[in-house]
């Protein structure tokens, strides 16, 4: 009877432990879910985790690189002297006694009973000996970050007392280095597939400013053209008899106004091309549609397309990328004005009505054409990447503008018109 209530009291303490392992796996799965874009805080979990639930004094991850081995998170009360020789951050070169040097030779776990009863030590290896004198470890297990079989890094945990890890520990610690790998991973793969969206999103910008070339060159040209025409009118005041001086000031106020007004809109289409990693800005998104209207105006009206702003006043700011913003704009306007130059010329009135309206808590912006519309192919593929109906097109540009909403949390979508057109609308909520 007493062996049946100890064992059943066994079984309960094995069930209780089960379940706190299974949360502290939960737990790591939700650190990588949260933060696919820093390791730090999946590293933690990790790491109180592991020394919480195997009773461990220390947990350590180290990665592996070219030359030794890097600490890159650490858990438990570490001893300043060995903290500042063996800071976080710093390559290790791996020594012959290290413990790390026969995880690399067995690709297996390493379990050290007591590191001060060890070859090593004995040898009074400095690598050692600081593990065991300055950082206080005796007991000692490392499992092996593998990745398609290959060494990446390891997970250790170490106890202050000679007290061997049980197999279901060191079972656990296994567990928690095949998370660490796949964070590892994913976050990886995150990083790689940000960076190609960024470079594919500025090409896209660059081709998409390539075609308001034209539009550019207008937008520079016209406050140098009235620069050069007030400088030939205050030559005219000064050599009056006498000389005009208030005409010739008020000439020269215009010239420093239009000079001004020409750096603006090369500073604009500099930012617009520009690669910057993504920003918070407050934007004001009637500005920023006017801006976007000025640099594509003359394509527009090379194109016959007449350009209408229906703008809500008083719409609320919202956050985001200034920038990204206006690249979505700019893709929608080029897009409707090539949809247009390809209709029949005088067919109908040709015009790109741009609104801006509250939304929600935010703002909603429209752009409507009168061009061909959107054939229920087009309709179900438009977002698509590298879908283009058009000779020379990239495919992109609607794919990224999506992406680009809905990192800030908005919506893209596109509808046809009666009787014909397209309409493009997204929306921004305030945050
Ligand atoms: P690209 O402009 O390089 O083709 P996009 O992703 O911007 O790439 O556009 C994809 C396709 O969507 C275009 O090729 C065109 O067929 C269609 N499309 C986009 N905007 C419009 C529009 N305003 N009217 C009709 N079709 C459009």
């Known amino acids: 009877m007493r062996h049946l209530v100890r064992s059943r009291s066994e079984l309960q303490k094995q069930v209780a432990e089960l379940v706190e392992q299974r949360a502290a796996i939960s737990e790591v799965l939700r650190a990588v879910a949260n933060s696919p874009h820093d390791l730090q805080p999946i590293f933690d979990t990790i790491l109180i985790n592991a020394t919480r639930l195997c009773g461990a004094t220390y947990g350590g991850l180290l990665l592996f690189e070219e030359k030794g081995y890097r600490s890159v998170a650490r858990r438990g009360p570490v001893n300043p002297v060995y903290a500042e020789r063996w800071p976080l951050g710093l390559?290790?070169?791996?020594?012959?006694?290290?413990?790390?040097?026969?995880?690399?030779?067995?690709?297996?776990?390493?379990?050290?009973?007591?590191?001060?009863?060890?070859?090593?030590?004995?040898?009074?290896?400095?690598?050692i000996v600081a593990l065991v004198e300055l950082a206080?470890?005796?007991?000692?297990?490392?499992?092996?970050?593998?990745?398609?079989?290959?060494?990446?890094?390891?997970?250790?945990?170490?106890?202050?007392?000679?007290q061997p890890f049980t197999d279901r520990q060191i079972d656990l610690v296994t567990d928690f280095a095949a998370q660490t790998t796949i964070a590892l991973e994913s976050t990886r793969r995150e990083r790689q597939y940000r960076e190609a969206q960024m470079a594919l999103a500025h090409a896209n910008r660059i081709a998409t400013m390539g075609q308001l070339s034209a539009s550019i060159s207008h937008e520079v040209n016209q406050p140098i053209t009235a620069a050069v025409t007030y400088a030939l009118a205050a030559r005219r005041w000064l050599s009056a008899e006498p000389p005009d001086l208030?005409?010739?000031?008020?000439?020269?106020?215009?010239?420093?106004?239009?000079?001004?007004?020409?750096?603006d809109v090369i500073g604009r289409i500099r930012g617009l091309i520009k690669k910057a990693p993504p920003r918070k800005d407050v934007v004001f998104i009637n500005?920023?549609?006017?801006?976007?209207?000025?640099?594509?105006?003359?394509?527009?009206?090379?194109?016959?397309?007449?350009?209408?702003?229906?703008?809500?006043p008083?719409?609320?700011?919202?956050?985001?990328?200034?920038?990204?913003?206006?690249?979505?704009?700019?893709?929608?306007?080029?897009?409707?004005?090539?949809?247009?130059?390809?209709?029949?010329?005088?067919?109908?009135?040709?015009?790109?009505?741009?609104?801006?309206?509250?939304?929600?808590?935010?703002?909603?912006?429209?752009?409507?054409?009168?061009?061909?519309?959107?054939?229920?192919?087009?309709l179900s593929r438009l977002f698509e990447p590298f879908y283009t109906t058009k000779p020379e097109g990239m495919g992109m540009g609607l794919s990224i503008?999506?992406?680009?909403?809905?990192?800030?949390?908005?919506?893209?979508?596109a509808i046809p018109c009666e009787p014909h057109g397209a309409l493009f609308q997204f929306t921004i909520p305030a945050t």
């Open 91 to 127: 390559v290790e070169p791996i020594g012959p006694g290290d413990p790390v040097a026969r995880l690399i030779e067995s690709g297996s776990p390493v379990h050290i009973a007591d590191l001060a009863a060890d070859q090593a030590y004995l040898r009074r290896d400095p690598r």
């Open 314 to 378: 008083g719409l609320p700011p919202v956050q985001g990328d200034r920038v990204q913003l206006q690249q979505v704009m700019v893709n929608l306007i080029v897009n409707a004005v090539q949809a247009m130059s390809g209709t029949g010329e005088g067919a109908h009135e040709l015009k790109i009505s741009i609104d801006a309206v509250p939304f929600e808590s935010g703002v909603r912006v429209g752009v409507r054409d009168t061009g061909p519309g959107l054939s229920p192919e087009s």
């Open 136 to 162: 206080g470890v005796r007991t000692c297990l490392l499992v092996p970050l593998l990745k398609n079989n290959e060494l990446i890094g390891a997970l250790g945990i170490n106890r202050e007392q000679v």
């Open 401 to 413: 503008c999506r992406s680009i909403i809905e990192a800030h949390s908005g919506r893209l979508w």
């Open 287 to 312: 500005d920023a549609i006017l801006e976007v209207v000025a640099l594509t105006r003359a394509e527009a009206a090379n194109n016959d397309v007449l350009v209408r702003t229906q703008l809500a």
């Open 246 to 263: 208030g005409e010739v000031s008020e000439a020269l106020d215009l010239i420093i106004k239009e000079g001004n007004r020409a750096s």
